[in-house]
């Protein structure tokens, strides 16, 4: 369908191809109603055919488009055929300002001779050049480079049904199934059964038969996930698989991230997951940044979205008895939070990104210069230190929870003096090089925090912490970027929940707080020195105690189109 510009505009024929495919149909419902249809390359018109000079146009983008399949009638005396063409267009909310996608689909009738086999034949042609056409029109953001998914991608979806409120199956069947069918993707459907069941799929799974992975679940899901593909052997391949993320869980931050990062408007609930499922028909794939995550006892984690201490992974963890009221859950175990606002003390040092953007407007403290210490920091003169029996009795969590400590892998143990190696001479897992040893002193380039007296401390790599918490607003997929966040103690109750309130629009950095620090960086430590605590990886309870961190840039595959 490409033609040099300097061309003249092709002639259109009637039910043939120059440049521009043209036809004449009839209404599936009426055919005394016909209708012109044409396809360019970028769009699919319809004009209804009348004698009355004020006709009605409507096109269709094809970057709205999933696609269009061919069929014969349901009635075998009928000698015609049919194309049924499938978008998602932003119109306008029925009952709530804004757009939103929303699903419309375009029948024809084609009946140009009285052999059934012809007009199969001529509605499989137009079935075709619109599904070809519009793959060429995947929304495509500026400045990021796509690769697109095979077609047809083979496709395994993962669905925990205790995610959420214990729906993500029936939003499955509501929301996605269709709209894979239209879009002509042959899936296979795994129910997970247990904690760890998915990690423990994809670890021995054969990723050949797989062009894609997609996760139906909160964030809990992908974080096995990704585990499981990096306790593998060929897990330089393995990793490589694109992930797809479908939200059914009650925070849903990955999901939340990449329908951002697709510019477009704000959706939330099964408007969110339409959008999410939309993405994912259209194929297009990108990088994704994974951080690795050190823990004292020598396990080492792959994370895709956050680690937090303090306040947010209280507020986390302690919300699991709100789950029944989805992700309303969050704000309830804000307010409870709140309420008995725990300081917590502790040691931090981050290497930070060299010349770093400038701050957001507003922003008083972002990216300000390290802070020099009247007298050395123990966290750069001393090894962190471990606090035997300090750690709380990790939290015991059946299916119905996605919040669980994470167990140990043989695959990921660490040598205390090299964290930056774990391998065999087969398969090399990726370096840490930024990393010292827990037990060693961090380099002399790092920034050591001054304050030990922390209400949260928050290293997040993705722009949503929840669907409606846009915590990094300048946050990629693949910006190489760790978004240190860390609020430090004498915040008043109401000025935390003002930062809490203005994060839902992102403002939160405009908000002067003084107690509130942005930092963006490469690796960090945190050596908690309270003896009782939580430390949570995308959400996910992990041992208490020393942790660092380090960020890979564009090590995993993210389904973003």
Known sequence: MEKDASDPDPSRQRNGFVGVLYGEFTDTLNER????????????????????????????????????????????ADVGAYFTAYFYPFKRR?????????????????????????NLQEAERWAHAIRDASVLQAPRRDGMMYTELRRPCRTMILVNPQSGRGQALQLFTGHIQGLLTEASIPYELVITERQNHARELVRKADLSQWDALVIMSG???????????????????????????????????????????SQSPPAWNEELLLSCGFMLCKGLVGSLDLVSIHLASRQRLFSFLSLAWGFVADVDIESEKYRHVGPIRFLMGTLVRLASLRVYQGRLAYLPVKEAPKPPKGSIKANRPPPTPQHPSLCSSLPCRLIPNASPKPKQSGTNSNHNTISDSSNNVIDDNRPETQSDSKTAAPVDALLPGLDQPVPESWTVVKEEDFVLVLAIYQSHLAEDLWTAPGAMSDDGVIHLFYVTAGISRPALLRLFLAMEKGAHLACDCPHLVYEKVRALRLEPISPQGMITVDGETVEYGPVQAQIHPGLARLICG
């Open 219 to 261: 964030d809990g899901l992908l974080f096995e996930v990704i585990n499981g593909l990096m306790e593998r052997e060929d897990w330089q391949d393995a990793i490589q698989t694109p992930l797809g993320i479908l939200p059914g869980g009650s925070g849903n931050a990955l999901a939340a991230s990449v329908h951002h990062y």
């Open 94 to 118: 029925w009952m709530s300002a804004g757009v939103t996608r929303q699903r419309v689909e375009q029948c024809f009738r084609v009946a140009l001779v009285q052999d059934p086999l012809v």
């Open 33 to 76: 109603v016909r209708y012109s249809v044409s396809l360019t390359e970028s769009a699919l018109t319809v004009q209804r055919i009348s004698s009355s000079p004020d006709r009605t146009k409507m096109v269709f983008n094809l970057t709205d488009c999933v696609g269009c399949r061919a069929y014969r009638g349901p009635d075998s």
